[in-house]
């Protein structure tokens, strides 16, 4: 019986994507996220970045300190530019929450990247640290966005505030 638990456990474990928690920034951390192994993430000054396991979506989330909301999000927009990444500013849908313990601030642009068409999302969750705001940023092209839309929200649903 032990064998065959064994053996059960060793075939579906491939399939299993195992996560990891990431703290951002890694120092004095404001909010922790888990992402799945096979996104690859990688830490990097004041953040994390990892891509979907088809290649096709590029995921960041980082700390940005900001006076307010509005020179977060210049700094976000900006740093899409930086990515090669061209936003049509006239496609800007927005969304606004509060769960969790946290307001959240989500852009969606149309635009364009070295590859062609692109959906972008630039989502700004106030932390608990006054003047520090998580930016969590994502895009890919309009089909592989939404076919990563659900382990994108799953990735979303481990961000917890630290302080």
Avoid: C, H
């Amino acid at each position: 019986m032990l064998r065959l638990a064994i053996a059960v456990v060793l075939l579906f474990a491939p399939a299993y994507a195992w996560a990891e928690t990431f703290s951002i920034p890694s120092e004095d951390a404001v909010a922790t996220i888990s992402i799945p192994e096979n996104w690859g993430p990688k830490p990097y000054d004041g953040g994390v970045e990892a891509n979907s396991p088809d290649g096709k979506v590029y995921l960041a989330v980082e700390m940005v300190a900001a006076d307010d909301v509005k020179e977060a999000v210049k700094e976000g927009i900006e740093w899409f530019a930086k990515q090669g990444v061209e936003i049509d500013a006239d496609s800007m849908k927005t969304t606004e929450s509060n769960g969790g313990g946290a307001s959240s601030f989500e852009m969606t642009f149309a635009g364009k990247d070295k590859d062609g068409p692109t959906a972008i999302s630039m989502t700004l969750v106030s932390s608990n640290t006054p003047k520090k705001f998580l930016l969590i940023y994502f895009w890919g092209a309009p089909n592989d966005a939404e076919a990563n839309q659900g382990e994108l929200k799953k990735i979303g649903g481990t961000l917890q505030l630290t302080k």
